[in-house]
């Protein structure tokens, strides 16, 4: 008799899907949870439903209890106020007591990760499992011929890591990290705190594998980057006024509620994640010369990938390319160590290819790897966002136009006649910023002109400068007649005008045309 009941209580466990009872309940939100759910025992395994074009969804391990991210237990003792800073509402949050067994301090837990335990010289070996791991995670980006090739009389492909879904490369290292993290760490969450690419590809991408993920910025991050986060499906938070305030805030937080704080850092994991872009250049791109890379002070991008092609093909050269305003790379590569921190006085233009040097891995593997490393003007870098917007129709940062920047500026003549693929590995620009860039770069490329024409008050004299300027299919963009200030006599007039043109041939020919008709005429240079 109880061997039957046996029998048939276990066919019906058998029979029974644990996935049912899920399905009928409301959509889990990683952060929150109703009140009603918290005494539930959470013996049902997590559905992911992510898919995969190969092998698969990604799994990190095997799947056992939904992770309960931050449940009301957690949050009854996390106090909330709202202060204004600069005309800025802040939401800051802070840790008042400790009678939680889960927000004790995680420095005495035996299993706690420390990503320093990763710094380890890499090998080809260890990118090539970070692609298998990563390959149903990020988008295998396409890497172009370009137009922009014969007028720069080389083979240009263009490698858009700026169509990831957060826009840049850095989701390859970030998706790795997260990945490679142990369960309890994945249950506890992870923080950042910065306003950078990393910061949204590790909200991203933890969001989507059930991961709590904190992002802490300061009040002075644009609303479009905080919106971005939020939108991913991380929890942000703005504290402090500078980058350095936000970071001491989320070092704190994560010691205190045994989150990992995560940053880019030279680590084996995060450099490996991101060398698997030197592997698919290498696949996509056959009988290659030479790869260029962006440098400056994050320079894993060009040591992870520099590892990559060098084991494929010694002979592949591996180029580096950093601003002239901050040269990090190339001073801490001169010292032999890294160089000085100016992370916290740069300009968002330069977010992500500024900060402070990664440590002695990344300069190793960059040493003994890459064959090169430039420096180009902030004007190389504006023309070459403008060429990727006309001809490639690509909207890019200054990281993703740095690369194609060298090129530009004639700083490799050595690739004349050769096939060379070019990074283009960040599409994300703010609105005002992109607007300000454009307009700038239409300048330096002389295809905004200003000038100033004295002119006779009588009628018809302006109209005869405008007949001249459509004549000359020269686009006026602005125009501006002054009296009161003039020097001359009574009756003359100055006006100013700003117009647009094709190229710089263009430019000249107009100027000439301007200056044998008004010989006062003053060309405002640039």
Not at 101 to 109: I, K
Not at 492 to 521: F, G, W
């Given at each position: ?385 403008l060429r990727l917007l006309e001809v490639e129709r690509a909207t890019v940062d200054a990281e993703g136009a740095i690369g194609l920047a060298a090129v530009l500026a004639g700083k490799l003549p050595e690739l004349k006649g050769k096939r060379v693929a070019v990074a283009v590995c960040s599409g994300n620009l703010e609105l005002p910023l992109m607007r300000q860039c454009i307009d700038r770069a239409l300048t330096i490329d002389n295809r905004v002109c200003k000038f100033s024409i004295l002119v006779s008050s009588s009628l018809g004299d302006v109209s005869k400068l405008l007949e001249i300027l459509a004549r000359e299919e020269a686009r006026v963009l602005d125009i501006k007649q002054e009296h009161a200030y003039i020097t001359s006599d ?37």
């Open positions: 008799m109880n061997f039957a009941a046996q029998f048939f209580y276990s066919r019906g466990i058998r029979n029974h899907d644990p996935r049912e009872r899920f399905e009928e309940e409301e959509e889990y939100d990683p952060f929150w949870q109703r009140d009603e759910r918290r005494g539930r025992k959470l013996d049902a395994p997590a559905h992911y439903d992510h898919h995969c074009f190969k092998d698969g969804p990604i799994r990190n391990g095997v799947i056992g209890q939904r992770p309960p991210s931050i449940n009301p237990e957690r949050l009854k003792d996390f106090g909330e106020e709202d202060s204004f800073n600069g005309g800025v509402k802040t939401w800051e949050m802070k840790i008042v007591s400790h009678n939680e067994e889960l927000l004790r301090d995680s420095a005495s837990r035996p299993d706690r990760i420390s990503l320093a335990a990763y710094n380890k010289y890499i090998r080809f070996e260890d990118i090539s499992a970070a692609a298998f791991k990563i390959q149903c995670g990020v988008q295998k980006t396409p890497c172009m011929y370009s137009r922009l090739s014969k007028q720069y009389g080389m083979d240009l492909y263009l490698k858009k890591e700026f169509l990831q879904y957060t826009g840049s490369v850095k989701e390859r290292g970030a998706l790795y990290l997260l990945t490679s993290l142990q369960q309890e760490q994945q249950r506890k969450g992870v923080i950042v705190a910065s306003d950078n690419n990393f910061s949204m590809a590790v909200a991203y991408h933890a969001s989507e594998h059930r991961i709590p993920v904190f992002v802490i910025m300061s009040t002075s991050t644009s609303p479009a980057r905080v919106k971005v986060c939020r939108d991913y499906g991380a929890m942000v938070i703005s504290y402090g006024t500078s980058a350095r305030d936000a970071q001491l805030h989320a070092r704190r937080l994560a010691q205190e509620n045994g989150y990992l704080y995560l940053e880019e850092e030279d680590n084996a994991v995060y450099l490996s994640g991101l060398g698997t872009m030197g592997m698919e250049v290498y696949e996509q791109v056959p009988k290659l010369d030479a790869v260029i890379f962006p440098a400056g002070a994050h320079c894993g991008l060009l040591a992870g990938s520099a590892v990559a092609l060098k084991h494929l093909n010694p002979s592949i050269s591996v180029i580096g390319v950093e601003s002239e305003g901050f040269p990090v790379l190339q001073q801490s590569l001169n010292i032999g160590q890294p160089g000085e921190d100016r992370s916290q006085s740069i300009q968002p233009f330069y977010r992500d290819v500024s900060g402070p040097c990664f440590a002695s891995n990344s300069l190793q593997l960059t040493e003994k790897f890459v064959d090169k490393v430039v420096s180009v003007r902030e004007e190389d870098i504006l023309v070459s966002m009574l009756f003359t007039s100055e006006v100013t005008c700003i117009v647009e043109t094709r190229d710089k041939i263009h430019t000249a020919q107009l100027r000439n045309i301007l200056t044998d008709r008004y010989p006062l005429m003053t060309w405002m240079e640039r």
